[in-house]
């Protein structure tokens, strides 16, 4: 697949293009939000699959369970600080909107 650079930084851009990107090293990382009631077909990221089973990729998931849903971080491995920082992001907004929520 070719790449239009022109195109890479622009808003959705890059949508449909991730993996290309990624294994053509224009991209470091690409998230997917996975709601358990959406097929899996539709969510975009089972392609990446194959590359993140033989460390081409690094994968990174975190599980919410109300509402149910998985955040799907997929990073080059030179790139893994995104997708760690990603998910301790991730994490600490989690409990904060626990906190509030358990206290309001």
């Keep these: 697949m070719e790449i239009d650079e022109t195109q890479i930084d622009k ?12 294994l053509a090293g224009k991209k470091p990382m690409s998230s997917f939000l996975a709601e358990d009631v ?7 990221d089972a392609e990446f699959q194959p590359y993140a089973e033989t460390s081409q990729i690094e994968k990174f998931v975190v599980r919410n369970e109300e509402p149910a849903f998985e955040m799907r ?6 790139e893994e600080w995104r997708g760690n920082s990603k998910t301790l992001s991730f994490a600490f907004h989690e409990k904060a909107r626990l906190k509030a929520f358990s206290t309001g």
């Design 73 to 78: 971080t997929y990073c080059l491995p030179t």
């Design 11 to 22: 808003p959705g851009g890059h949508n449909g293009r991730e993996l290309d990107l990624m």
């Design 38 to 44: 959406v097929p899996p077909e539709l969510i975009g």
